[in-house]
């Protein structure tokens, strides 16, 4: 474990290395804020952006596309065939699909989402959570991610991280940590709202939290929250938790670059700026048209003077002049102007990918709905396709290290946790070291590089062509939560429109009575049973009455009266007694008369 001064020797090294990289981030974060500033240093004042926020567009069209479909978790059987085995490699998938659904996974895979397509890298911490028994995804942002610097794109795992961000001293106190705050700051009036920078280290062998604070040269004065010249910075340890696996706990996913961790908009910072600059530029020249500069200009032999101003024309008073004529000055755009702020938006378009339809819009030139799905997907379907695959193999590594967390505190307990929603929610039990017994699975997305509305289209024509079964299709649609489950409530389905099927038609021809028919008909239609329990209830019903008559019960009621017929509707009229049919009757003819001609 590194000790307070070499966590702190190693933030400000990383800060250093990292701090292009966060500069470029923020710049990134406040045009998709809107709180970006256009400097005028010409008109020494500064306006908000009036150009179209393509950035924004761009980042929640994307990440919305690439987290849109849910990835299937697939565990292989040690033993195919066997069916231990089988069941246990889909009990760790269902398992796994459970942490995912209390953790809220697919809402944190938005967020990251975002992240990796505006910042370049998406980082996580997996940790255990105490209360629900289950491992957890903490998406952190990464502004606040210092990864090991030999972390380069397309790696998952950096070989350890620091997570550098600030809490109030309130929260400070709140958490337990008072007494730290005093240790830190040599002071007991600390304002509660008063920032304390935090420095998270995590690796391999654990997680130490750090709060940092800047001491001057002169000892005796207290620490000060921020930073100064000549000051340096201290800290007092708060946290220290071993990790109990052989892997650090934390995920750092990066898009895939040339070089180190880009967005995919930072190439467009400088067209937005520029763009966003000639917007303002052009709303101050036509504010002053319609509110002219004005000039006094003094009369041959006379010094023009104003009595009363002068006034801005937008203030609707009169200026009042003595020596001289008021002249006003119109000023309007260059004639280049609206043609150069559209060539900088395509400029903006091009460079990003940012296509017309993320903004409900189509371009000029195309005529059909065919034309404008084949642009849009010339320009999304790669990068989506990469950060899902990007993606999967980042949830993969995020599994192991949950699986290893559940076998490491919880190894030999049993847990129970419910998969699925509403009524299609089921209980998996499971034990760690049983059913985690490998960690080896695949996390992949249906179709990579398509998005909701393509998947299920897809997957409908290819089951329609007979060229992929139900079953497959039922794995890939995202809106089917367990496949298996699925399956199994098709055949119910199934079974129960026959049997309402064959109910009706023997009811109809009067092999089932009706006094049975109301006994189902009541239980179904006053909601105490399904169709399946009713039948099966009224035939037991029918069989304990015509058990007790056997047994000499004297007075019978009307469900005993009934019972001999309603067992042999339950079983159908192929149980029945069946009287002779017209061929029968004739061969028994044929044989009483030579029975009746050899006696005689």
Known sequence: MKTVEQIIDLYKTRAK????????????????NGTMEVPLPDLEESSMPFAPNLMAQGIDQMAGRITSTSPQINFSSAKPGTRTYDRRAQNAERAVSGWWQKDRLPLKMRQRGRHMIAYGMAPCVIRWDWKNNRPTWHTRHPLEALP??????????????????RRSV????????????????????????????????????????VAAGYQTADPYMPISLLESDGSTLKGVLLENIPNPIDMVPATVPM?????????????????????????????????????????????????G????????GRSGMVNI???????????????????????????????????AEFGGESSSNIRTGRRGDAVLSAVIDYPVAEAQENFAYTLEQENRIGMELAKAYRGEEKTTIY???????RPVTYTPNETFEHTDHVVSYPATGSDLNQLILGIGQRVGLGIMSKQTAASLDPYVDNPEVEKDQIVAEGLE??????????????????LVVSKVMKLVRDDKMELAEAFNKVTEDAMKEQQELQMGMEEQSMDQLTADSTVAAMAGPQAAVQGPNPSQENLGSLLNALRRGASG
Do not use: C
């Open 17 to 32: 290395y990292y701090s292009p990289l966060q500069s470029k981030m923020r710049l990134i974060q406040s045009i998709y």
């Open 148 to 165: 090991s610097t030999d972390i380069i794109p397309g790696q998952v795992q950096p070989n350890d991280v620091i997570f550098a961000y």
């Open 170 to 209: 309130g929260w400070m106190r709140a958490t337990g940590y008072g007494d730290k705050v005093v240790a830190l700051t040599n002071d007991y009036d600390v304002a509660p709202d008063t920032s304390i920078l935090m420095i998270e280290y995590v690796d391999m062998f654990g997680t130490q939290l």
């Open 255 to 303: 898009r895939i670059t040339l070089d180190g961790a880009q967005g995919q908009f930072d190439n467009m910072i400088g067209m937005y700026y520029q763009q966003a600059k000639l917007m303002s530029l052009e709303v101050i020249a036509v504010e002053k048209g319609i509110f002219p500069d004005t000039y006094l200009v003094s009369r041959p032999g006379e010094v």
């Open 305 to 312: 003077r104003f009595l009363d101003g002068p006034h801005d």
């Open 321 to 355: 002049v003595s020596g001289g004529d008021i002249r006003e000055v119109q000023s309007q755009p260059g004639y280049l102007t609206n043609p150069t702020i559209d060539r900088l938006e395509r400029n903006q378009r091009v460079t990003a990918g940012i296509p």
């Open 419 to 425: 998969v699925g929603t509403g009524n299609a929610a």
């Open 497 to 514: 429109q026959a049997l309402v099927a064959g109910m009706q038609q023997q009811a109809a021809s009067g092999q089932i009575p009706p």
